[in-house]
């Protein structure tokens, strides 16, 4: 039997050597810029780490789409996987009758670093300055990523193999769609439990929002014989934005639920991008308006949907141009739910007990105004799971950082979790001989 407390010192240690080794290694992943849709070079180097210094066994394939286009958790993309692979190194576990299965796991993709000329450095030259490092994913979420490769490699470099099967995922498209991390587990990649490290300050996740992607398009009508147009499209982008913070204001004002009772404003509506015309000269005749907003735990895609076209509609029938030029509005991207976690579950305790045993103070909650891969993972496949990751700023906003001294105590929580929850042996030393 393994000592827990010798073994956690162990691992402690493990982790203190390897650091300056982890540290080099988070930059070089912030190095590749691995935005949505481009994340096949960094998933390169991802797969020959695993298969050259830990010595799992890697899969990696590309999404199916035509495997998961049926699946309620499935978000419709307007773009295809081709440089966007999936990751998946696993430990068959030496004794599998003892111990529980595990996954971690993290996204390699991350979202724009523009405006880059606003960076106090480049997003993609990791920078270091009063214990921060900056650089575009490094909070989100490759200083995770960092800290669930290290913690095993900690407990295998301490002389030790999990018991039960462990596996390392690393999926692509979590920023627009979750259709990796849904891929990977309708593949059959599936566990007991996960863990993914989002970076929300050493605080274990219950509840995330749900997100639906949407895009309002505009066209005005070109009727004159001089074929000018009867109104410039961009000023009806005016009515559009107002009625959308109307509606936000509107769910939030209606909608309530109780975990999430600390948010002022949890079922929060942004609009992202905004795009009319092309040249200065030129009336323009189209413009598009997209957009995500939030769902509370419960409440279903398609009612949101309709909630949404019903308010456009009613927010813009006394307008004669919009009854002569109604929007169109197209849902894609994220179709996400929202969830919540059992946080008295045996998970929970274990992370809790590796937490406090590391940090020496008690865990705490939150709930997430976003969402995460965890959905698919409780919502579609019972797999229970944590949201749970290093202190970070100024995610998918100029210069985002990670704290390192949170990483590092991050990684030594991962290593005593995954000892505790797959279970450990002493690794066989075969000795050469007659």
């Known amino acids: 039997m393994v000592d827990s407390r010798s073994l956690h010192e162990q691992l402690n240690h493990k982790v203190e050597e390897l650091w300056q080794e982890e540290l080099e290694f988070l ?16 998933q390169l180097f991802l797969a020959d780490y695993l298969t050259t210094k830990l010595k799992l066994q890697v899969d990696r394939f590309t999404p199916a789409i035509q495997q998961i286009e049926k699946h309620p958790g499935y978000s419709p993309p307007k773009w295809t996987y081709e440089y966007s692979d999936i990751v998946i190194g696993t430990h068959k576990g030496i004794n599998p009758s003892e111990g529980k299965t595990l996954i971690f796991q993290g996204h390699a993709d991350v979202v724009s670093a523009e405006p880059a000329t606003e960076w106090d450095s480049s997003p993609w030259e990791p920078f270091e300055k009063d214990g921060r ?33 462990f596996m ?17 587990l309708e593949a059959g ?18 509840g995330q929002v749900g997100a639906l992607w949407f895009e309002i398009s505009l066209r005005t009508i ?26 936000e204001r509107y769910l939030n004002q209606t909608r309530s639920h109780l975990a999430f009772s600390d948010q002022d404003n949890p079922i929060d509506l942004n609009i992202g991008k905004v795009t009319a015309g092309d040249f200065a000269s030129n009336e323009p005749v189209h413009a598009t308006i997209e957009g995500r907003v939030a769902l509370l735990p419960g409440e279903q895609i398609s009612e949101r949907k309709q909630e949404l076209l019903d308010w456009i509609k009613q927010e813009t ?6 009854k002569e030029n109604p929007p169109t509005i197209d849902f894609y991207g994220f179709h996400a739910e929202g969830t919540l976690s059992d946080d008295t579950s045996p998970l929970f305790q274990e992370l809790d007990a590796a937490h406090e045993r ?28 944590i949201c749970y990751g290093p202190v970070g700023g100024q995610f998918h906003e100029v210069n985002e950082w990670v704290d390192l001294n949170s990483i590092k105590d991050v990684t030594k929580v991962y290593a005593t979790f995954l000892a505790n929850w797959c279970g450990v042996e002493k690794k066989i030393i075969k000795q050469d001989g007659p």
């Open 27 to 42: 930059k070089t992943m912030i190095r590749f810029p691995s935005l949505s849709g481009k994340e096949h070079r960094l």
């Open 133 to 165: 490092l900056y650089g575009r994913g490094s909070a989100d979420m490759k200083g995770g990523i960092a800290a669930m490769i290290f913690a095993y490699r900690a407990v295998i470099e301490c002389g030790y193999m999990p018991k039960n099967d």
């Open 168 to 184: 390392i995922q690393v999926v692509p498209d979590e920023e627009r769609t979750g259709n990796g991390a849904l891929a990977a």
């Open 189 to 206: 990649y599936t566990a007991d439990a996960a863990l993914i490290p989002e970076p929300f300050g050493l605080q274990a996740s219950v």
């Open 222 to 247: 070109k009727k004159d014989e001089y074929k000018q147009t009867q109104t410039n499209v961009i000023e009806k982008l005016h009515t559009i934005t107002s009625s959308l913070m109307a509606f």
């Open 317 to 322: 029938k006394n307008d004669i141009w919009f």
């Open 358 to 385: 590391v940090t020496k103070t008690k865990p705490t909650r939150r709930t997430l105004p976003s969402t995460t891969d965890a959905r698919h993972f409780q919502l579609y496949y019972d797999i229970d799971t």
